[in-house]
């Protein structure tokens, strides 16, 4: 992929500077109208090839890089199927209260979730048991008001296994 890239910057400047040595592009135009036949097909293959690769490389960098970034949580931490669910459900739901680097979320009215959960509960499996005890029973402490079962079930679980997962890091 990286050569690609090179590559096309590389034929790009060759071009620049080859169509600089025949006199700018009004030089160029007068020399394509004097040559060949074949001259000009090289000229208009070399053109349509510029073209396409143009277009090319930029797909193929965003139909091979997306998937790969969906896996990946914050500190290099690769979630699952269940936990990338679990950050989609995070982000509609308790992103407006909590804060949480993972899911780039600044709220305010509950704690803080990667000091929490990050520093103060060693095991993830200790994690997700206190993540699925606020989601059932809910909290009320300070400021704000967690309700319970916000969310029941599989989706419950992925929740828990997400914070589990990427709390302080």
Known sequence: MVIGVVLFWVILGLTVFFLAMRGGPRGARNSLHTESRAGRRLVTAGVVLLFAFGL???????????????????????????QQHGRELFAESC????????ANAVGRIGPNL????????????????????????????????????????????????????????
């Open 56 to 82: 090319v490389v930029p797909a193929l960098v965003l139909a091979f890089n997306g998937h790969n970034k969906a896996s990946v949580g914050v500190g290099g931490v690769h979630l699952s199927a269940e």
């Open 95 to 102: 992103a407006t209260c909590h804060t949480l680097a993972a």
């Open 114 to 169: 990667d000091v929490r959960l990050g520093s103060s509960i060693p095991t993830e499996a200790g994690r997700k048991a206190l993540v699925l005890n606020a989601i059932a029973e809910g909290r009320a402490r300070g400021l704000g008001q967690m309700p319970a079962l916000l969310y029941q079930g599989h989706d419950a679980e992925a929740i828990a296994s997400f914070l589990a997962a990427v709390a302080g890091h």
